[in-house]
């Protein structure tokens, strides 16, 4: 896709979703870390369902290593995949008590800790620390490919490609447009194609290349 394309693409979305941020409710890094692990396969509104009330006590490395693994389990019980999703959790409080007691605040030292992959990373570095980054969960995946923004067979191949296609500057505000277009409009089984406004520009609704 040409920038030209990109560009259209990008101010269409900043006036769709002006207000779009991460819908995930999180007071500090550690709070939106362990909200994000517990994300992987669960909806926003259920993990901050959870977390509302987990929170309450467990809301800092020194706290939530009090609790066991099962104990932990039992409160993210409905956030699915409970068992490893505590493992992770705990894996990764341990390690940050061993290293300080605060969440790094650099893709490589966050890459280390149980239970983070680039997406994960990605959402607290954005979110928690304001560097450029993008997340490219299944929305992202997804409506990337199908724009032709960016497109890749793995959520690793979309994120290069989104970083080289957006301007840094604009990479977090990106993620969290393509998130909510993914939600509202660009959805996975049946995409409203006809109330689309990047329609014009869309690789998928044009059936090919748009950027001739």
Known sequence: MNKKNVNKILEILSKTYPDAKCALNFKSPYELLISTILSAQCTDVRVNMVTEKLYEKYNTPETMITLTEEELSEKIRSCGFYKNKSKNILGATKAILENGGKVP?????????????????????????????????????????????????????????????VPRDMWSDTHHYLIWHGRLICKSRKPDCEKCPLAPYCEYFSGGDTSA
Request: net charge positive.
């Open 105 to 165: 605040d650099t893709m490589e030292e966050l890459l280390k800790l149980p239970g983070v992959g680039r997406k994960t990373a990605n959402v607290v570095l954005s979110n928690a620390f304001g560097v450029p980054a993008i997340a490219v969960d299944t929305h992202v995946f997804r409506v990337s490919n199908r724009l032709g923004i960016a497109k890749g067979d793995t959520p690793e191949q979309v994120e290069k490609g989104l970083m080289k296609n």
